[in-house]
């Protein structure tokens, strides 16, 4: 059976407030950890975290399915030792059963490890921002083009972000239910991996404003959240992060008072911009993640690809819904992500409008009634794709 939250209700039972840390937890009977307000107590630990709570048995899981993610996290430590020197490389390590943690959460809830597969949000786009993405970042820019914590904190970013999506609680501000329970594990995960909520207090404060960055279209939430659809949102409404800075007194007035906020906001951006840095790639994997979000979204949506019924959702996702977010939903949000996803974006520009046109002249013939199916639109979208190379 697919793995439940065990989560249930409508809102946070009051507005964002100063939160202290919980009884009995990391930190408990300190300062007061500049939280959002209600998240433990309204995104508990479902039964994949109460399944997977130990970060080496997270890694020998890895090491036993996947072992070549453990060859990137080396490699990765290297480069950032090498950079940064030991104090970094001990906090990589903390990081690194965090980041296989996280990972193999991810897998179990809908990925290759798990029986709820999601084709989009999954495992594998996380480790697309962590390899492939902020690799790509680390080697143009250099690793001097920030610290090593911040490099830590944008590969926490990258495995935790979407931890959860099948969230229905309305938060009441503007960060999605899936962020807010992303956001409530992602600190349990930190406690369970050795970090500390007060000596570490910027880690846990940048990647909770990350997650709330990285939610897609603030607009009021639908009536029916249990149908709101994630792969919907990320191309019917941009991302959260370049206006967090005007939300924080509806999300939570206390981060006013962090120093570390202004670090975490510019964290925020260069990170909203990772995770849609798919503008910026080559055109094939460009194609490929619409392809896996349009898969995503058909499966939210109760529709097969193999019926009729999911053809014509499918065209207007990947030509119209594509042109869409490329050229009017889209914006780079930080200097550093437009430097070096920039440049691909503009050689994509003309690409994503031929393909969209190709694809609407190809089934425009059925018309109106539709007999073709959301299968056939992928197949011919892959073709399309190659042919534009």
């Known amino acids: 059976m697919p793995v439940r939250t065990l989560l249930r209700g409508n809102r946070f039972p009051q507005p964002p407030r100063l939160a202290y840390t919980a009884p009995n937890e990391p930190g408990a009977g300190r ?22 709570a130990d970060p080496a048995q997270a890694r020998r899981e890895i090491e036993s399915r996947r072992a070549d993610i453990l060859l990137l996290l080396a490699q990765r430590r290297g480069v950032l030792a090498d950079a ?37 949000h999954n495992e594998s786009h996380a480790l697309e921002l962590l390899e492939r993405r902020l690799g790509r970042m680390i080697g143009q820019l250099g690793p001097e083009a920030l610290s090593g914590g911040d490099w830590i904190a944008l590969s926490l970013f990258a495995t935790c972000h979407d931890l959860r999506q099948r969230e229905n609680l309305d938060t009441g501000h503007p960060i999605g239910s899936n962020e807010a329970a992303s ?87 260069i990170a909203s911009d990772l995770d849609t840095a798919n503008v910026g790639e080559s055109f ?49 949000c930080s200097e550093l992500g437009a430097r070096v996803y920039a440049p691909g974006k503009e050689a994509n520009a003309e690409k994503v409008r031929a393909l969209s046109k190709q694809l609407r002249e190809r089934f425009a013939a059925q018309g109106q009634q539709a007999s073709f199916t959301g299968t056939e639109v992928l197949d011919v979208q892959r073709e399309l794709a190659w042919q534009l190379l």
């Open 31 to 52: 300062r007061p950890s500049r939280v959002i307000s209600g998240l433990d107590q309204n995104f508990p630990p479902d039964a994949v975290e109460l399944q997977l």
């Open 284 to 332: 094939v994997d460009l194609c490929d993640s619409a392809a896996r979000l349009a898969g995503e979204r058909e499966m939210r949506s109760g529709r097969s690809l193999d019926h009729v019924e999911s053809g014509a959702p499918m065209l207007s996702f990947l030509s119209t819904g594509q042109e869409r977010y490329f050229f009017e939903l889209h914006r780079f």
């Open 84 to 120: 940064f020197g030991a104090e970094t490389a001990w906090q990589w390590d903390k990081a690194e059963a965090a980041l296989c943690l996280s990972l193999c959460r991810l897998a179990l809830r809908h990925g290759r490890f798990g029986r709820d597969f999601h084709q989009y």
């Open 183 to 269: 956001i409530a594990e992602t600190h349990r995960i930190l406690d369970r991996c050795g970090f500390d909520r007060n000596e570490d207090h910027e880690l846990y404060l940048a990647l909770e404003v990350m997650i709330a960055g990285s939610t897609f279209d603030a607009r009021p939430a639908p009536i029916d959240r249990s149908r709101y659809n994630t792969a919907e949102v990320i191309h019917t409404g941009g991302p959260l992060a370049p206006h967090l800075e005007r939300e924080v007194e509806k999300i939570n007035p206390s981060w006013r008072e962090e120093p570390g906020l202004r670090r975490a906001l510019d964290l925020a951006l």
